[in-house]
């Protein structure tokens, strides 16, 4: 169980919440708290094994402070750098030789 929380922290706090639920509703059917004392075990397991590989990012946050040279970026990045819908869907406006899409889709 430890070796899956080295993958990724997001995929073993999803596995730690869907185990906690199924030993809850496990608990509920069965009326006894078999269920329920197994789905703690793993789960607790599962969140020793994420702060066991977030420590070296936790002491050095705690001892140098936080980076400020990471994710230094202007909220206007996004829309300059991001995905648009639009542009997946309609045609790119040079290749429009009418002039249509130009007026029409003035936004993009």
């Known amino acids: 169980m430890l070796a899956l929380t080295s993958f990724e922290v997001y995929y073993a706090l999803f596995l730690a919440i869907i185990i906690t639920f199924t030993g809850v509703l496990s608990g509920i059917k ?13 789960s607790t397991a599962i969140v020793a094994g994420i702060l066991i590989n977030l420590e070296p990012n936790l002491v050095g946050h ?24 639009m542009q997946l869907i309609m045609p790119h406006l040079e290749l429009n030789r009418s002039g249509f899409l130009r007026n029409l889709f003035a936004f993009n």
Do not use: Q, T, Y
Request: no cysteine; hydrophobic share 40%.
């Open 30 to 42: 069965s009326n006894n708290l078999h269920g329920i004392k197994k789905a703690a075990l793993l």
């Open 62 to 85: 705690f001892r140098n402070g936080p980076n400020a040279e990471v994710a230094r970026r202007s909220p206007v990045d996004s829309d300059i750098f991001g995905l648009k819908m």
